[in-house]
Every structure is written in structure tokens, then in C-alpha cells.
């Protein structure tokens, strides 16, 4: 029974991910994941789980959870343990990482994406056997602002100016860490690029809020309150969004650990991109308001639910001007794809799905005045 790790263990994607190597009952599985204040590492991962499966309990007999702490000293678990769980061949995925962006949360930013996978480099490299292979979960969009085709390549390290946020320039560098790695200290090291993960494409069902998600909550808290206003948001009509199925991404992942040898670098994005004009059409269709995409707008040319979607795309607003391409080259050597692909019809479902779910206690967003 072939032994996967998986540290960040109880996030969106790799909850997802355990639960299609569960399904397939030959996979030792170690999640490491942090306890909480209110919950134990182990509640956290079986709420994960089960949340994940839609609410469905998990066998769980093939898992094993630990506590752990990233940027400590072998993750502040026992040697013996970390011995016992390295103790043959395995496959490493280092999920764990901060998707905060801003210049006030850089410190932290860099100190989880930076040091958190150094400090994974050392404990995996410390304890791990002869073949065992180490996967970081990385993004596509460490390309930054390069323009062309993003290849399954490693690109240099650049200054801040280069990319669209800290977070895009975090993932860059911890990827060349890989590359220095696999240079000069032999570590067996890949990097899985992710574009935007969006929900389950068969069902729909949707339990992210990042994205295009995030967009449509701010904008349903605004209907509750606004219902059937016009309102004018900063996006380019006929640019796209690169979005991947989590069900695709979790198929994606459970073959790589399926094939021995595998490309250093994978672009794991969507073979096709959606327009954001159809991403508005369907958010107008499922809420009472009506999204005018258009170009820039003045500061003191919006009115008040304006100024604060505005304010709520500060993260959003860096993608929805872009039409990126990416290489798929060498992950094609191992992935066939299997036409599970993000469409216009699946993402008005899971835009269905993730709005009807959206919990009536959600804050409404503040607005003083409305012009």
C-alpha cells in the first residue's frame, strides 16, 4: 500500500484529493494538518472530508492525522513518529500555503510560502527514503505579468514589479527553492502549477469561495440589501478566466502518484477559458441586479455600491483583464484528459449551487449612503 503525505491537508483541494485516493482503498494516507483552537487536527480533516463529499461520512480507516506546526523544528512532531510515517516510499504534497496578497500581510505571505516550504524541504529530506518524491502544490499564476505562452518551465526570480501581487511572487520563489533543491542537494522534486479551482463540475456542488465565488457572495450581499439596482464594476467583457474542476484537479493528482516518472514542472489548468461576459450573464440571471461590465471608472464617477464592489475586487480585479495561455505539454505526457472541462453550462451550475448555498447570516456589506 503506497504511503501519500499531505501537509495543509484540510484545505479545499487536497480534502478533495484524499478523498478520491480513500475511494480507491489502496493508499496509506498521512495527513498532517493544524489544530485549532476549537477543533483537534483530526476533526478538522474529518470535517473537511465530509464536507467535501457533500455531506456523506468518509471511510476513514486508510488516514491517519497528526498535528503539526509548518514552521517548526520537524513540525514540532516526535522523531519516532516522523520516522514511522517516512518509514518507506513516498509521495509528498506540500499543499500548505497563505493565499492572503496584500503589501500588509507580506511578512506572512512569505513567512508561510517561503519558509513554510523550506522548513517542508528539510523535515522531507530528513526523513525520507531513497525515491520518494516531493510535490509542491504551486499556482499558474507565478507567471506574473509575463505575456505568451507560460511554459512547464522554471522562470527567474523577480521583484515585485513583475507580478500582480505577493502572493504570484511568493510562488515563484518557492518554486526555484525547488529548483536550487533538485541541483545541488539530489531532492527528487516536481511542482504541480493549479490554475483556478473551481467546484465539482459533474454535480456543481461548489464549497469554495475564492474567485468568481467570492465575486458572486459580495454581489448577492449587495442584492439582499440593493435588490434590482444597476451597478457598473471595472472588467473587461471579453477576457477570461482559466478555471479547473476540483474533481478534475483530484483525477489530475491521483494519477501522478499512478506513474513513476513524471515531468518536473505540470500546468494543471483548464483546457478551455470562460469569458467573463458569461460569467456576468449567469451571476445577473441568479440575482436580483443587474452587472454592466465596462471599462475603468472613475473614483468619483461611482455611486456607493460602486465604490464598494470596487473595494471588494482589490484581490479579483488583477484577473479579470487577462487572457493568459498556458503550456500543457508535459503534463499531456501523463494526463489524458478526460473532457471533464469547465463550460459555460457547469459554471452556471456551480454559480447556482454555491449562491442558493450562501448562509442567510452572511453580513451584509455597510453602506452609508446611495447615490
Given at each position: 500500500?503506497?504511503?501519500?503525505?499531505?501537509?495543509?491537508?484540510?484545505?479545499?483541494?487536497?480534502?478533495?484529493?484524499?478523498?478520491?485516493?480513500?475511494?480507491?482503498?489502496?493508499?496509506?494516507?498521512?495527513?498532517?494538518?493544524?489544530?485549532?483552537?476549537?477543533?483537534?487536527?483530526?476533526e478538522r480533516m474529518i470535517k473537511a472530508?465530509?464536507?467535501?463529499?457533500?455531506?456523506?461520512?468518509?471511510?476513514?480507516?486508510?488516514?491517519?492525522?497528526?498535528?503539526?506546526?509548518?514552521?517548526?523544528?520537524?513540525?514540532?512532531?516526535?522523531?519516532?513518529?516522523?520516522?514511522?510515517?517516512?518509514?518507506?516510499?513516498?509521495?509528498?504534497?506540500?499543499?500548505?500555503?497563505?493565499?492572503?496578497?496584500?503589501?500588509?500581510?507580506?511578512d506572512e505571505i512569505f513567512k508561510t510560502n517561503i519558509e513554510g516550504v523550506e522548513n517542508s524541504i528539510k523535515v522531507y529530506s530528513k526523513y525520507a527514503q531513497d525515491r520518494s518524491?516531493?510535490?509542491?502544490?504551486?499556482?499558474?499564476y507565478s507567471c506574473g505579468k509575463f505575456l505568451g505562452l507560460f511554459e512547464e518551465k522554471f522562470y527567474p526570480d523577480e521583484d515585485i514589479s513583475g507580478f500582480r501581487n505577493y502572493y504570484e511572487q511568493s510562488k515563484r520563489i518557492s518554486e526555484n527553492m525547488i529548483k536550487k533543491q533538485n541541483e545541488n542537494n539530489g531532492l527528487n522534486g516536481h511542482i504541480i502549477r493549479l490554475s483556478q479551482v473551481v467546484g465539482?463540475?459533474?454535480?456543481?456542488?461548489?464549497k469554495t469561495d475564492y474567485?468568481?465565488?467570492?465575486?458572486?457572495?459580495?454581489?448577492?450581499?449587495?442584492?439582499?440589501?440593493?435588490p434590482n439596482k444597476t451597478v457598473r464594476v471595472q472588467m473587461d467583457p471579453e477576457s477570461t478566466q482559466n478555471l479547473i474542476p476540483v474533481d478534475t484537479v483530484a483525477d489530475y493528482l491521483t494519477r501522478t502518484v499512478e506513474i513513476n516518472r513524471v515531468p518536473v514542472i505540470?500546468?494543471?489548468?483548464?483546457?478551455?477559458?470562460?469569458?467573463?461576459?458569461?460569467?456576468?450573464?449567469?451571476?445577473?440571471?441568479?440575482?436580483?441586479?443587474?452587472?454592466?461590465?465596462?471599462?475603468?471608472?472613475?473614483?468619483?464617477?461611482?455611486?456607493?455600491?460602486?465604490?464598494?464592489?470596487?473595494?471588494?475586487?482589490?484581490?479579483?480585479?488583477?484577473?479579470?483583464?487577462?487572457?493568459?495561455?498556458?503550456?500543457?505539454?508535459?503534463?499531456?505526457?501523463?494526463?489524458?484528459?478526460?473532457?471533464?472541462?469547465a463550460s459555460e453550462h457547469t459554471v452556471f451550475k456551480m454559480l447556482e449551487y454555491f449562491i442558493n448555498n450562501i448562509p442567510a447570516k452572511n453580513k451584509k456589506t455597510?453602506?452609508?449612503s446611495y447615490s
Open positions: 500500500m503506497k504511503t501519500i503525505i499531505i501537509n495543509g491537508a484540510n484545505g479545499y483541494v487536497a480534502a478533495n484529493f484524499i478523498n478520491k485516493l480513500l475511494s480507491k482503498n489502496h493508499y496509506r494516507i498521512i495527513a498532517l494538518v493544524r489544530a485549532s483552537n476549537k477543533y483537534s487536527a483530526e472530508l465530509t464536507e467535501n463529499n457533500n455531506g456523506e461520512k468518509v471511510d476513514a480507516r486508510n488516514i491517519t492525522v497528526y498535528n503539526y506546526s509548518l514552521l517548526d523544528k520537524d513540525f514540532s512532531i516526535p522523531e519516532e513518529q516522523l520516522k514511522d510515517i517516512f518509514k518507506q516510499e513516498v509521495d509528498y504534497f506540500h499543499f500548505a500555503a497563505s493565499l492572503k496578497y496584500d503589501l500588509r500581510s507580506r518524491r516531493f510535490f509542491l502544490i504551486g499556482t499558474a465539482n463540475n459533474k454535480s456543481g456542488i461548489t474567485g468568481i465565488f467570492d465575486f458572486a457572495k459580495r454581489i448577492h450581499n449587495l442584492a439582499t440589501r440593493y505540470m500546468n494543471f489548468i483548464g483546457n478551455n477559458s470562460i469569458k467573463n461576459n458569461y460569467i456576468i450573464d449567469s451571476i445577473n440571471k441568479l440575482i436580483p441586479i443587474n452587472i454592466i461590465p465596462t471599462g475603468e471608472i472613475k473614483p468619483e464617477d461611482m455611486n456607493a455600491i460602486e465604490k464598494v464592489i470596487a473595494a471588494g475586487m482589490s484581490f479579483t480585479s488583477h484577473y479579470v483583464n487577462t487572457n493568459l495561455a498556458f503550456d500543457t505539454k508535459k503534463r499531456d505526457e501523463i494526463i489524458t484528459s478526460n473532457g471533464n472541462e455597510k453602506i452609508d
